[in-house]
């Protein structure tokens, strides 16, 4: 019987495999950042272990870094955070793309534009949304604190093997819709939990007809539904998005890299553990109402009825009464910006919504481009004057309000249109309200001053 | 890490599915470079708006905790098993955990307890019904048990030796240095290196 490509890969990674125990697996890359890192290195040095491949291992700093005013700007706390990583990458040999560097941004941004991600490869990195690097084929893990320090040590991961859960998406996307609306549409359709236990496969010719950035959005968001990994299959769209990056093979190796990655896809007789099947046709551009990922309705519709206790609890957190139209909800600020939403194409889409606009007086909008190269290209497209002129700020590389780490936080009872991707109680600040849109959403709230539906904004 | 092998103590109920890790800590205490320190700021927002439950003298001390579904789904961040730990939780009982949650209790020494859900239920109830009741979670028998109350659960075989036994999992892989160096030797030469 064929095999799933996360089989695939798996079977490629095991380093180990003893009977009752989880395989011992083997990490081609590990992304490391500065706020889950610390006590790991600490755990190394009081056990007087080395780092064993700081050259599969790449560091930047994203979570707290400050988005304006520079490293000065950041306080005594996360200063000391990120002398923490300078110094750990400095004893351990390990490359660091810190503040200014040219190559700094959110590690799920750098990963793909350095070339470092590439198919078949297993990944780790102790932050969730590492799920992101499954969009070019590749095996990309979560972890925690004490699993970033197995894999300084060890360069393995030590898991079971999960199921494989398919998500089929076929058919055109309707006219503003975006792949941050798939990805909220599977969610609310599988529900927060529906993937755990599994990877994902994201399948189909809607997902075969996203570019490389619309499927690292819905990637990311994997880990809203539950599933630690979630993944595509690589293809043509996957090598022209890498061929000539940084760190992608090159010449005869370019040949055999990419012989390699066409055996990777899933084989057509391979069984899935669990399929399930979304029609892009019915897809709508959506909106978050509550406080979790899975509580979404389309922008066209009201906020629903109550049906459980978490959705009373997420009403009345949300100041939000049921029957109330969604575009009628107005709006105190707008976040463009995280490792879901903070792409070029990102940026492009809500520039051409936002180009010869004003953003509406009552509210107050920024966008966070992903990383010091998206800022950069940004800038030379003159997307960073579409979005000032029309009075948003623009601001340096990072994860900014995605998680308020940094200064840039919603303050209590503040109401956001976010192109991030979690609406958790307090994620953007204590007391704040995030409603999950996507860029040109985000783009078309902040000069309405209220939700609004982008296709019959202009 | 400490060994685990059986646990007596007060049972505290917190009746919420969805508990996310943002809730369990939240962001502005991410920044200590320390695994410790964490306690004071467990369920930090939830707790200043008053009258929280596991602020009532009753389940004070509390050792083990009783919860809705999908608990610590979220944020990977290790701070969240880390701060129930240091805030004197040993166990914490529900129907389902987010998958990263579960793989960093084990690693961290707090027990991941699945039970089904009506199980859970009468656990919650029992402990608002009859607050400051103690519980036992045995690992060795894998079995929870509160006056009269008693289940059997199940468990990953591996994480319940290292944590019966306080295994320092990074020692065990090392003990595999000569696989991880004889993989090392197959991995086509192409593949990408940081630097």
């Known amino acids: 019987m064929g095999r799933t490509m996360a089989a695939k890969i798996w079977e490629d990674h095991v380093v180990a495999a003893h009977d009752g125990q989880p395989d011992l697996l083997y990490v081609d890359l590990h992304l490391v950042h500065e706020v889950t890192s610390p006590q790991a290195f600490e755990s190394l040095r009081l056990s007087n272990r080395r780092v064993r491949r700081p050259d599969l291992t790449v560091a930047t700093m994203d979570h707290d870094v400050p988005t304006r005013g520079g490293r000065a700007a950041a306080d005594e706390i996360a200063e000391r955070q990120m002398s923490a990583l300078e110094e750990n990458c400095r004893r351990a040999g390990i490359p660091l793309f810190g503040m200014g560097s040219s190559r700094q941004g959110i590690v799920h941004v750098i990963g793909p534009e350095l070339g470092l991600t590439q198919p078949g490869l297993l990944i780790a990195c102790g932050d969730s949304h590492t799920s992101t690097h499954g969009a070019f084929g590749a095996l990309a893990f979560g972890i925690g604190t004490s699993e970033v320090e197995h894999v300084l040590a060890t360069q393995c991961l030590r898991q079971r093997r999960p199921k494989v859960m398919a998500v089929n998406v076929e058919g055109e996307l309707p006219l503003g819709v975006t792949a941050k609306d798939v990805a909220l549409g599977i969610i609310g359709h599988i529900g927060v939990e529906g993937g755990r236990g599994h990877v994902i496969e994201y399948r189909g010719s809607t997902i075969r007809e996203l570019s490389m950035e619309g499927r690292m959005t819905v990637c990311n968001m994997t880990i809203e539904g539950g599933a630690r990994a979630g993944m595509i299959a690589p293809d043509d769209t996957t090598y022209m998005y890498l061929e000539g990056r940084e760190h992608a093979p090159r010449g005869a190796q370019w040949e055999e890299a990419i012989s390699r990655w066409h055996a990777l896809p899933t084989d057509a007789d391979a069984q899935f553990d669990r399929e399930v099947s979304i029609d892009a046709a019915r897809l709508e551009p959506y909106v978050t109402w509550g406080t979790n990922p899975g509580q979404s309705v389309p922008v066209t519709s009201r906020v629903p009825a109550p049906r459980t206790e978490t959705d009373e609890r997420a009403l009345r957190y949300m100041a939000l009464e049921p029957g109330t139209a969604i575009e009628s909800i107005p709006i105190d600020r707008v976040f463009i910006g995280s490792c879901t939403n903070a792409r070029m194409e990102d940026l492009r889409i809500a520039a051409s919504v936002v180009r010869g606009h004003t953003v509406h007086p009552k509210v107050r909008a920024m966008v966070v481009p992903g990383s010091a190269s998206v800022k950069r290209q940004a800038e030379s497209e003159g997307l960073d004057a579409v979005f000032r002129e029309a009075g948003f700020e623009w601001r340096d590389a990072g994860c900014s309000m995605c998680l308020g780490m940094n200064p840039d936080i919603l303050g209590p009872g503040e109401r956001c249109a976010s192109t991030s991707n979690r609406n958790f109680e307090g994620r953007q600040g204590s007391g704040g309200r995030t409603h999950l849109v996507s860029p040109p959403m985000a783009a078309a709230a902040a000069i309405a001053g209220h939700l609004v539906d982008v296709r019959e904004f202009n | ?195």
């Open chain 2, 1 to 195: 890490m400490e060994p685990f092998t059986r646990v007596i103590g007060v049972l505290a109920p917190l009746d919420r599915a969805d508990v996310d890790t943002d809730q369990i800590i939240p962001k502005q205490f991410l920044k200590r470079i320390e695994r410790s320190g964490y306690g004071p700021f467990l369920f930090y927002d939830w707790r200043r708006q008053g009258d929280f439950i596991l602020d009532r003298a009753e389940y004070r001390g509390a050792k083990v905790l009783v919860t809705g579904a999908n608990f610590g789904c979220g944020s990977s961040r290790e701070h969240a098993p880390w701060s129930l730990l240091d805030a004197g939780f040993r166990a914490v009982i529900a129907p389902s955990f987010a998958d990263i949650f579960k793989s960093n209790s084990f690693r961290c020494g707090l027990l991941p307890v699945e039970l089904p859900d009506p199980a859970v239920r009468q656990l919650i109830e029992f402990a608002l019904q009859n607050p400051g009741i103690e519980i036992t979670v045995d690992l060795e028998r894998q079995r929870v048990a509160a006056g009269g109350f008693e289940a059997a659960f199940a468990l990953d075989p591996f994480f319940r030796e290292c944590l019966l036994n306080g295994w320092d999992e990074v020692a065990l892989t090392l003990r595999q240095d000569a696989a991880i160096t004889r993989y090392e030797a197959t991995r086509p030469g192409w593949l990408p290196v940081g630097r």
